[in-house]
């Protein structure tokens, strides 16, 4: 047999290796995926709950910390990666509540452990990275910490709106919202800093989340200031070409850097629990601007810029293919979820499963392709809902 004859016949055997696991791949996507129409009510209901069964495996659990977090991101990414996979893990389990009301108790419980795991020194040790002070022991002073501050008020709210009870952790609840509530006045612009000299949107968007759901789970007492962020951000923060949400917000209070799908696939799933109007008018945008259909139908992604735009990539972002975003695709679900765009979400669905391909084990369900913290992600933002009183104590339904 000639050299050229072993090559090709070794060439043949790769081919064929390569369709066969080709062919497998698309066989378990055909059998995992959820139709262009969706899944009915029970195997939702199933899919849901053991994707649920397994973060409360893994991120429920006191022994969750920033070593579950992926190898190759460094510190201190690491420790925002384990406060966004706490925060995103405790939304779902949050919007899980309101529509399986039966699993409240449990996913209440789970979320005090979470917010044990938020506070403790491991994970705050990110804004002493950042800004050389820890955010909790440093309430009375004017520094942002508008991240770690922001995830952990929301967490509270989370857990309060499910019905918790805790002296102590109402206590910090209420300070850690009056101290964000005076960096946002003080700041003249209604913003306060994530990191020093850096004022992201999106950080903020999940602040002024927290204090709503301070006043849906107490007494009122931020409703003015929530009015006056989004009259500012109306006002002053829109992009003139597509008039959705810019990225950052100068120290003079100036709109900055271009609209983007993380941030705007992002404010999807928190916009519409502060301010429907607003949400819905943002979600809309985006489907405009950034929303991509597969040639051949049933697969939807969100661009990271909208056409004829092109910028950097970014942890938040994800590495772009073709100019697509995997992470702006995951949070984009959370706006489909909440005003029930079926069609949508089911085509941001499959190709999240043709990515990531799901597995099941033991009565847990995985993305097997995707860190831990997307499996976060896609359980809070394809489970986004409305969000009452109805389990908090005096509550109304």
């Not at 309060?160 to 805790?166: A, R, S």
């Not at 919202?177 to 020093?196: I, K």
Request: hydrophobic share 45%.
């Amino acid at each position: 047999m000639s050299r050229w004859q072993r090559v090709w016949r070794r060439l043949r055997v790769v081919v064929l290796a390569v369709g066969l696991l080709l062919l497998g791949k698309w066989a378990w996507f055909e059998a995992i995926a959820p139709s262009r129409t969706g899944q009915d009510a029970a195997e939702t209901r199933a899919d849901l709950t053991m994707r649920r069964d397994y973060l409360l495996k893994r991120v429920g659990s006191v022994e969750f910390g920033v070593a579950d977090m992926p190898w190759i991101v460094v510190s201190p990414y690491r420790e925002e990666l384990a406060i966004a996979t706490l925060s995103m893990t405790t939304v779902a389990l949050t919007n899980l509540s309101f529509t399986y009301p039966e699993q409240r108790a449990a996913n209440r419980d789970a979320v005090r452990v979470m917010l044990d795991r938020v506070l403790s020194s491991e994970i705050r040790r990110y804004d002493v990275i950042w800004w050389g002070e820890d955010a909790i022991a440093s309430l009375d002073g004017d520094k942002g910490h508008a991240g770690y501050l922001g995830h952990l008020n929301l967490m509270l709210g989370c857990y309060f709106l499910l019905g918790g009870e805790d002296a102590s952790l109402r206590e910090l609840f209420d300070r850690v919202s009056a101290t964000l509530a005076r960096r946002l006045e003080q700041s003249g612009v209604w913003h306060a800093e994530s990191f020093p000299g850096w004022t992201y949107t999106a950080d903020v968007v999940v602040v002024i989340l927290s204090l709503r759901l301070h006043d849906l789970a107490g007494e009122p007492t931020y409703a003015d200031l929530i009015k006056h962020w989004l009259e500012f951000s109306r006002s002053e923060l829109l992009d003139p070409d597509t008039g959705m949400l810019r990225y950052h917000v100068s120290p003079a209070g100036h709109a900055a850097g271009t609209a983007r799908g993380v941030l705007q696939a992002w404010n999807s799933m928190w916009l519409p629990l502060i301010d429907e109007e607003f949400g819905r008018d943002q979600y809309q945008r985006m489907k405009e601007h950034l929303l991509a259909r597969g040639a051949f139908g049933d697969f939807a992604a969100i661009r990271e810029y909208p056409p004829g735009q092109s910028g950097p990539t970014d942890l938040v972002s994800g590495p772009l293919l073709f100019g697509l975003s995997p992470t702006a695709t995951g949070f984009a679900m959370g706006g489909a979820s909440y005003w029930n765009d079926q069609h949508t979400l089911a085509e941001l669905l499959r190709t999240a499963e043709a990515v990531g391909s799901t597995g099941s084990f033991a009565g847990r369900r995985r993305y097997l392709l995707a860190p831990l913290p997307g499996d976060a992600v896609m359980l809070a933002a394809r489970t986004m809902t409305r969000w009452d009183r109805r389990f908090v104590s005096g509550g109304v339904k």
